[in-house]
């Protein structure tokens, strides 16, 4: 059974840093490409970060020069840097495969940026 835990979101003020990171278990971590990806409510959820099971990246236009994701096989875990956050960056974030996969999606982790 697939299991994906979301953590590291919080309060921050605009201007601030956040990193994300996202255990997964119960499946073949290293060789599928993952993604984060990002819900504010009453919008649709989108990707804002890929990396392929080759560490290429890319990004959304909204968080490009800001966020970097990053991966670490050995410990199946997913990152998410995200600096120089914005009030619009105030959203849920997730990490799942990418494309996703419906059955991994886990409870995610809240990022507030407020002042």
């Known amino acids: 059974q697939v299991q994906v835990v979301e953590s590291g979101g919080g309060l921050v003020q605009p201007g601030g840093s956040l990193r994300l990171s996202c255990a997964v278990s119960?499946?073949?971590?290293?060789?599928?490409?993952m993604g984060w990806y990002r819900q504010a409510p009453g919008t649709q959820r989108e990707l804002v970060a890929r990396?392929?099971?080759?560490?290429?990246?890319t990004y959304g236009d909204s968080v490009k020069g800001r966020f970097t994701i990053s991966r670490d096989n050995d410990k199946n875990t997913l990152y998410l840097q995200m600096n120089s956050l914005k009030p619009e960056d105030t959203a849920r974030y997730y990490c799942?495969?990418?494309?996703?996969?419906?059955?991994?999606w886990g409870q995610g982790t809240q990022v507030t940026v407020s002042s």
């Open positions: 799942n495969t990418a494309p996703a996969i419906r059955a991994y």
């Open positions: 119960g499946t073949s971590f290293a060789i599928n490409s």
């Open positions: 990396i392929t099971s080759g560490s290429i990246t």
